[in-house]
């Protein structure tokens, strides 16, 4: 094959990757067990924030944010607030314990607090209280003083929520101040790099090179960010710093240099180049130094992922056997193996924080859909279905969530869900976006 032939190869599969799975009841424990959400679940009432009338549309938007980060963590049940009593309290002593341990409340924990301007700051008290623990029934309780802006008191509800959830899910950080990066297309020829929070609010765009960027990665630290870039009219690999919002340093072989990813210390990237003539996987130092080829197969190697729990090995994406398919080896190149066989086409490998599990793309049965599969027993379950082309999934730091690209609306857009395939919820809606990649903290 021409190299002229894999160059275009390569560029379909980094522009085209998509695929959804197989909902394979028996093997749904084990998922669920690896993704760390089959907990029993916890009824949570989360009571309205008490506050004076000049902070008063802050705290809706306090309200607001606690109760949505709370509800897609993924092991709550949330009691409506129709059988909350009607005189909520605002502190701990005011709780009459037995109206809402009780039906129809029923809850485990109560979620209260109240807020109240002082000088240029409003003062948040926020509390988690055990309604069935007479004795000491305050599990939690954090205050915060806060600029009086919608971002400010949004972010103060992020912290706590990530407090109650590192409190009641068994250690694991909150995902409510994680971020995602993404593509965005601006005009038929120019996509640019943008970043949001996880829910989608405060989007803002990062790059300005008014050309294609694709493939973007954030850095274990999440300072920075890589990505391929048609600046130069190559397909080249650039790294931006996420605080100066500048280009750092990285040399770029001749050919076709993508599909950029973070070793788990930081220290080197695994990458797609094409410097031999055939697109294979190298590691090279974060100044695109040091390079050291990985592959060696007649065909196009791209979209490396590496475990991030261990370090030890690799998935990518390669068409050796005719199309392209998943395969992993050490991450020294040795003992590649097949990973993912089933489908025409399988793609877009992620490791779950855990190293346990890989989120893909299976294109199957004329649909693209997102699957994920147990690395150890390679049993697979299907996450989404009859809703467009899934693709493109990014595991969240606190393995629960995966967020991912759908065009089930029309227009491609970006998606995240419970790592068991649950409450799918879109977070863009204005232009067309695809490739999320989560922050790992």
Request: charged share 20%; with cysteine.
């Amino acid at each position: 094959m021409r190299f002229a032939e894999k160059f275009w190869i390569a560029l379909t599969l980094m522009l085209l990757m998509s695929a959804p799975a197989i909902h394979l009841l028996a093997q749904e424990d084990a998922i669920r067990t690896g993704t760390g959400i089959g907990v029993d679940r916890i009824r949570l009432a989360v009571s309205s924030m008490r506050a004076g009338g000049d902070v008063s549309a802050l705290m809706r938007t306090f309200d607001e944010t606690l109760w949505n980060d709370l509800d897609f963590a993924g092991f709550f049940d949330l009691a409506s607030k129709s059988f909350y009593p009607l005189s909520l309290p605002s502190r701990p002593a005011e709780l009459k314990l037995e109206e809402w341990s009780g039906p129809p409340v029923s809850a485990h924990m109560v979620v209260l607090g109240n807020a109240v301007t002082m000088g240029e700051q409003v003062l948040i008290e926020a509390y988690l209280v055990d309604p069935r623990n007479a004795t000491q029934p305050v599990v939690l309780g954090k205050r915060y003083a806060e600029e009086p802006t919608e971002r400010a008191v949004r972010q103060a509800a992020h912290r706590f929520a990530n407090e109650i959830v590192f409190r009641l899910g068994g250690g694991v950080p909150g995902v409510a101040e994680s971020k995602v990066v993404f593509v965005r297309r601006t005009n038929p020829r120019v996509k640019e790099i943008w970043i949001m929070d996880y829910d989608g609010s405060n989007q803002e765009q990062i790059t300005h090179l008014d050309t294609l960027c694709l493939t973007p990665a954030i850095s274990v630290d999440g300072t920075q960010v890589a990505f391929t870039t048609y600046k130069n009219d190559n397909p080249e690999i650039m790294i931006y710093s996420l605080l100066t919002r500048k280009q750092l340093p990285f040399s770029n072989r001749r050919g076709l240099n993508t599909t950029p990813t973070w070793s788990p210390d930081g220290s080197q990237m695994a990458i797609t180049s094409s410097v031999t003539g055939d697109p294979e996987i190298y590691i090279v130092d974060l100044q695109g130094k040091n390079f050291k080829r990985l592959t060696v197969a007649r065909g196009v190697d791209i979209s490396p992922s590496w475990n991030p729990k261990t370090g030890t090995h690799i998935t990518f994406v390669s068409d050796r056997g005719g199309s392209p398919k998943i395969y992993m080896m050490d991450n020294d190149g040795a003992n590649v193996t097949p990973l993912v066989t089933e489908g025409v086409q399988a793609l877009d490998p992620a490791w779950s924080p855990n190293g346990r599990l890989i989120a893909f793309t299976l294109y199957k049965d004329g649909e693209y859909n997102i699957n994920i599969m147990d690395v150890a027993t390679r049993n697979i379950v299907q996450l989404t279905r009859n809703n467009g082309k899934n693709e493109h999934p990014s595991w969240s730091p606190d393995n629960r969530h995966i967020v991912f690209t759908s065009n089930r609306t029309g227009m491609s857009q970006i998606w995240t869900m419970i790592a068991d395939g649950s409450k799918q919820r879109q977070l863009t809606t204005r232009g067309d976006n695809t490739e999320p990649a989560w922050s790992s903290r």
